[in-house]
């Protein structure tokens, strides 16, 4: 245990965390501004996966990583205006349809994987980049100066998203139909519109957050998410659908992943004990959103349809 202590594996446990932490957060982040608008999306990870497999593909065919990050915007594009039409025009109930997002997700990446490339191959990465003068700060320039493009995307995404939905008329727009529909209505707000757009939002930070998954691995192989997605989800709760709220929960999850697998690298984790620690950052996900139960409240008009008549 006290090698784990020194200043170098500390660092690199950090930056691992980091890393780990930011398909957590771009997901999260657009989660969190769907469920604002009333919209909740249990598809998450299915739209992850689409976007991790033709980001990847392209990288594969092209050798381009910017258009493979344009074939993950894109994809998450598409399912957006796809679960805004089942959703908001055809008034779907948005558990059902989002476990369906999720479903053809999963399944079409993996036919189609299989169909298209067959077994896993290597693609470029994403370089790092560093901050000038700040990246040479000694530790802390190495774990948080030192990330890909999408790292600071993500975090920057943060304050963005929090000044966007507490400070603009946009902002408000989503956080009254989110909250009373009716109301908003009778003011003049399009509640189809504003959802519509909250869920292109949504789906297009997924895209990016499998975007970057995949790019950051530089190989896809079959249910790369692995449930990562319905994690995201949870972490919005977690943050009680505020922007830094899921920021923290992102960090506390990546940061636990990392110190399990740093723990198992250097054997203080027995072999046989490997699986069970593993199960750590979901099981203080679970244990963190029982202890904030019914002391955060959702969006009141969270999964209810909107309709006129």
Do not use: C
Request: charged letters at 10%; zero cysteines; hydrophobic letters at 55%.
């Amino acid at each position: 245990m006290g090698s784990f202590f020194t200043s170098a594996v500390l660092v690199a446990t950090i930056a691992s965390g980091l890393r780990l932490a930011i398909p957590y957060l771009l997901a999260g982040l657009g989660e969190t501004v769907g469920q604002r608008s009333g919209v909740l999306n249990l598809g998450v990870d299915g739209v992850m996966q689409l976007s991790a497999f033709f980001a990847y593909w392209t990288v594969l065919e092209t050798g381009s990583l910017w258009l493979g990050v344009g074939a993950g915007l894109a994809v998450g594009t598409v399912m957006g205006l796809v679960y805004g039409v089942i959703t908001v025009t055809l008034g779907a109930t948005q558990g059902i349809s989002g476990i369906g997002i999720f479903l053809f997700g999963l399944g079409f990446s993996d036919l189609i994987f299989r169909r298209r490339v067959g077994t896993p191959k290597p693609i470029k990465q994403l370089p790092e980049v560093e901050v000038p003068l700040l990246s040479d700060i000694p530790w802390v320039g190495e774990a948080l100066f030192r990330q890909t493009l999408f790292g600071y995307l993500a975090f920057a995404s943060v304050p963005v998203v929090a000044l966007m939905l507490k400070h603009t008329t946009f902002g408000m727009n989503i956080r009254a139909v989110g909250e009373n529909p009716q109301a908003a209505d009778s003011l003049g707000i399009s509640v189809g519109r504003t959802r519509y757009l909250a869920i292109l939002i949504g789906n297009v930070m997924a895209g990016l957050a499998g975007t970057a998954l995949v790019l950051e691995l530089g190989i896809f192989q079959q249910n790369l998410t692995q449930g990562l997605g319905f994690i995201a989800v949870a972490l919005v709760y977690f943050g009680a659908w505020r922007a830094p709220g899921v920021m923290v929960g992102a960090l506390l999850y990546g940061l636990v992943n990392a110190t399990v697998l740093q723990w198992k690298a250097q054997g203080i984790i027995p072999r046989e004990a490997s699986d069970l620690a593993s199960m750590a950052p979901a099981v203080l996900t679970i244990l963190a959103l029982v202890v904030l139960a019914g002391r955060v409240s959702p969006p009141a008009a969270l999964t209810r349809p909107f309709s006129r008549h």
